[in-house]
C-alpha cells in the first residue's frame, strides 16, 4: 500500500469536483455546490489565484483531497495557512489519508515560514473534531465566523447595506 500527496493539476479538476460533491453530501449541503469545472478551473488554476489543492493517492488512485490558501496574522507579521477543505472518501478512511494531507500541509506551512495552521470544523462534525484534537490541534471557541454571499455580498458592496 503506497500513500502519496502531490500538488492539484489542470488534469486533476474532474477528481476536485467528485470530491467536492461528496464532502457536500457528507455536510448535507450537496444543493449548495455551484462548482463546474470551468469554475475550478478559473479559480484554482488561473494564473495568480492563490488557491491550491493537493491531491492524496493510495496505489496511484485518488482517494482524498485539499484546498488552502494563505492568510495573514497582522499580530504575529507573518503569514499564515489556512485550509478550506480537507476530504477523504469514506472507504479509504483509517488508511492515514487525513493525517497525511494534514501533515504535508503543516510542512509547507513551515516552509512557507507561516506562523499559523488553522481551519474551520463544523460544529456537529464530532468525529472530525475529535481527529483533529487528537493530532494536538485546539478549537478556537473565542471566535465567531461572519460570512456575507449572494445577495447580501451584493447589496452591502453596492450600498453599504444589506
Same mark, same amino acid.
Given at each position: 500500500?503506497?500513500?502519496?500527496?502531490?500538488?492539484?493539476?489542470l488534469? /486533476?479538476?474532474?477528481?476536485?469536483?467528485?470530491? #467536492?460533491? =461528496?464532502?457536500?453530501?457528507?455536510?448535507?449541503?450537496?444543493?449548495? !455546490?455551484?462548482?463546474?469545472?470551468?469554475?475550478?478551473?478559473?479559480?484554482?488554476?488561473? =494564473?495568480?489565484? @492563490? !488557491?491550491? @489543492?493537493?491531491?492524496? =493517492?493510495? /496505489?496511484?488512485?485518488?482517494?482524498?483531497?485539499?484546498? +488552502? +490558501?494563505?492568510?495573514? &496574522?497582522?499580530?504575529?507579521?507573518?503569514?499564515?495557512?489556512?485550509?478550506? /477543505?480537507?476530504? !477523504?472518501?469514506?472507504?479509504?478512511?483509517?488508511?492515514?489519508?487525513?493525517?497525511?494531507?494534514?501533515?504535508?500541509?503543516?510542512? #509547507?506551512? !513551515?516552509?512557507?515560514?507561516?506562523?499559523?495552521?488553522e481551519? &474551520?470544523?463544523?460544529?456537529?462534525?464530532?468525529?472530525?473534531? =475529535? +481527529?483533529?484534537? &487528537?493530532?494536538?490541534?485546539e478549537?478556537?471557541?473565542?471566535?465567531? @465566523?461572519?460570512?456575507?454571499?449572494g445577495?447580501?455580498l451584493?447589496?452591502?458592496?453596492?450600498?453599504?447595506?444589506?
Amino acid at each position: 500500500m503506497s500513500l502519496t500527496i502531490r500538488p492539484a493539476t489542470l488534469n /486533476d479538476i474532474d477528481t476536485i469536483l467528485y470530491f #467536492i460533491k =461528496e464532502l457536500a453530501i457528507y455536510e448535507k449541503a450537496e444543493h449548495e !455546490v455551484l462548482a463546474t469545472p470551468e469554475t475550478i478551473k478559473q479559480s484554482m488554476f488561473a =494564473e495568480h489565484s @492563490g !488557491v491550491y @489543492g493537493l491531491i492524496c =493517492e493510495l /496505489d496511484g488512485q485518488a482517494i482524498g483531497f485539499s484546498v +488552502f +490558501f494563505y492568510n495573514y &496574522s497582522t499580530w504575529l507579521a507573518k503569514p499564515g495557512l489556512y485550509l478550506e /477543505d480537507l476530504y !477523504v472518501s469514506p472507504e479509504h478512511r483509517g488508511k492515514g489519508a487525513g493525517i497525511a494531507l494534514l501533515q504535508h500541509l503543516a510542512q #509547507i506551512a !513551515v516552509e512557507k515560514g507561516c506562523g499559523r495552521f488553522e481551519w &474551520s470544523c463544523l460544529d456537529w462534525n464530532t468525529p472530525s473534531r =475529535e +481527529f483533529y484534537e &487528537s493530532l494536538g490541534a485546539e478549537p478556537q471557541h473565542e471566535w465567531i @465566523g461572519y460570512r456575507m454571499s449572494g445577495d447580501t455580498l451584493l447589496k452591502f458592496a453596492e450600498n453599504g447595506k444589506a
